[in-house]
């Protein structure tokens, strides 16, 4: 089991310091996570401390590819005003 | 460094003299009345601190160029005024940046920076992120600058959240100016801007992350001046969130020993993803902003000539050249580090005689001496205030053609003095104007950001914008051009006054 991160990442650096394994590393597109060295901080803190200090939502899942921060969960801005709003700009 | 003393200027007979107190006593140390009032009410030992620096002295940042590299991506909090997606070239504003650096591309664009604009004084570190939760970045930054070019003053500008931690190694660095952005010190209206914080391995939401980001702000604020480290701080100004607050937060900070207090206004459009640009906060208008700023400052001195610049912002403030120095420019330039050296200070010294000879001009004659004090005025002034918006590319001249600038500088200028109250954008906060609207809406923007002002004062002007500028009321003048803007806006209320229109309130519509 391990944490991956996907497209979206905006490459910030906030989760490659906090990783108590050193499984994040710099790469391009964007960061990933050594998939041998995450544990997915069990046994080391509460919460998954990529995840817990991720800024972006949607960009870090589990295994089954659920978002551990999913849409509006960062932000606060509900997923539907966003989809509106990104509707209403497209149409200027 | 300066000729005068703190005290001001000499009572006579029939003078009544306009003294300003030393910092931290009496009227606010010197809060009220003319930019001149404000410098004069430092301590040597302060003001040789701001001399130069843009950001902390009104008067510096008219000479004075900054830096901000953006070697800090990583952030600690969420502030529902940011969005850690955007990277817009066009945009400018806090926490947008081109490129992130790595320490040692930045003291090499900062070199090459420091070589090609020799008013560059200061080199920030302001994000994209904050520079405390990227410490390792941030100080790796310092030690090589103060090595390698060891005139540039360094400062940082943070949310608190690390501050406590870090206070001590800002000592050892030297850094002289610490910004803090302090938006509320109360947790429920804490909760209404900040979602959460990182805090001890977790993510803390709501009440409790705001209470946290506020106990360590005040603490690290606190630290900061027990070390003589000179604390401006930031707040952004959020109608219906934090504007009543702001007087509170600014009468704490003050108390505690901040030097400079800076109230901002939100910048919240959709188009920047923001939770307030997407759930439809607005921003507060010109007159919001002077009226909150206003209101503080009778506990603060308050910074009016802030830009809000990018977090990788070069030059003066107001200008962006960031462009002329990407890092691949940067790779291609050969640089003499010891004739660039010698060119920053030789304009330091001229740039600080020229100030010296202002100040010293100022108090030969100052505005209101035959008439007033300004603490306690002895009957009514004999004319009202007035708004003018002056043009200026730099040097505290009126040196800019009315159709170039890019911004105007607001002053209001009272028979005691001038000082500069704002300044207003004839752009949008996406740049490119050029590009975008035709001439008849440009004049019309500007018309519109104008508003409130009775004359504006340029180096040149062409026919067009002159006439649609009377009919809207707003007097041109061109007759001052290459003249000191303190000066020149003072000799136009003084013709104003002559000519008997300053003993109403403003009549509505054209100007008479």
Known sequence: MALKIITGCVNCWACEPVCPNGAVFAAKPHFLIDAGKCGECLGDYDEPQCAAICPIESVIVDTLGNALNPSGSLTGIPPERWADVQTEISAR | ?512
């Open chain 2, 1 to 512: 460094m300066f000729a005068e003393n703190d005290v001001g200027l000499q009572t006579t007979e029939k003078t009544v003299a306009m003294t300003f107190p030393a910092a931290g006593g009496g009227c606010s140390a010197g809060s009220c009345g003319s930019s001149l009032a404000q410098m004069d009410a430092l301590s040597d030992a302060v003001r040789a601190k701001v001399v130069d620096h843009p950001c902390y002295s009104e008067d510096a940042h008219h000479y004075f160029a900054r830096m901000h590299a953006a070697v800090a991506p990583a952030c600690n909090i969420q502030c529902h005024y940011c969005n850690r997606k955007y990277d817009c070239a066009n945009e400018s504003r806090p926490g947008v940046v081109s490129e992130v650096l790595t320490p040692e591309q930045a003291v090499k664009k900062t070199l090459a920076v420091a070589a090609a604009i020799p008013q560059m004084s200061v080199l920030g570190i302001a994000g994209p992120g904050d520079p405390l939760a990227n410490p390792q970045r941030t100080f790796a930054t310092f030690r090589q600058l103060a090595e390698k070019a060891p005139d540039i003053k360094l400062c940082v500008s943070t949310n608190g959240l690390a501050l406590p931690e870090c206070v001590d190694e800002l000592a050892r660095h030297n850094i002289e100016h610490v910004t803090i952005t302090i938006n509320c010190v109360d947790p429920d209206i804490g909760a209404r801007i900040y979602p959460w914080i990182f805090w001890k391995n977790r993510r803390v939401r709501g009440r409790a992350a705001a209470a946290v980001l506020i106990e360590q702000q005040q603490k690290g604020l606190e630290m900061l001046v027990a070390r003589g480290i000179l604390v401006k701080v930031n707040s952004v100004l959020i109608p219906g969130v934090n504007d009543e607050h702001l007087k509170e937060v600014s009468r704490i900070v003050k108390a505690k020993g901040a030097f400079l207090h800076n109230v901002m206004p939100l910048i919240a459009e959709a188009e920047h993803g923001t939770f307030y640009g997407v759930m439809g906060q607005r921003s507060p208008t010109a007159q919001e902003l002077k009226s909150v700023q206003d209101a503080c400052e009778g506990n603060m001195n308050m910074m009016r000539h802030c830009r809000q610049c990018r977090a990788d912002a070069v030059g003066l403030l107001g200008e962006d050249r960031g462009a002329e120095f990407t890092l691949e420019k940067v790779e291609a330039m050969e640089i003499d580090h010891e004739a660039a050296l010698a060119r920053r200070l030789a304009f330091r010294e001229q740039a600080r005689a020229e100030l010296d000879a202002k100040r010293a001009r100022a108090h030969a004659n100052p505005p209101g001496a035959q008439v007033i004090s300004l603490h306690r005025p002895l009957r009514k002034p004999a004319g009202r205030a007035v708004l003018m918006a002056v043009a200026t590319k730099g040097s505290g001249l009126i040196n800019e053609h009315f159709g170039y600038a890019r911004e105007f500088l607001l002053y209001e200028v009272t028979e005691s003095g001038a000082r500069m109250v704002g300044h207003r954008r004839t752009d949008k906060y996406c740049g490119g104007s050029e590009t975008c609207g035709d001439e008849d809406s440009r004049i019309e923007r500007i018309i519109r950001a104008l508003d409130g002002c009775e004359v504006v004062l340029c180096a040149r002007i062409g026919y067009e914008p002159w006439s649609r500028l009377e009919t809207a009321g707003i007097k041109p003048d061109a007759e001052h051009a290459m003249e000191p803007i303190e000066e020149a806006v003072m000799a136009v209320w003084r013709r104003l006054l002559a000519a008997g229109k300053l003993s109403s309130p403003r009549a509505s519509g054209r100007y008479a």
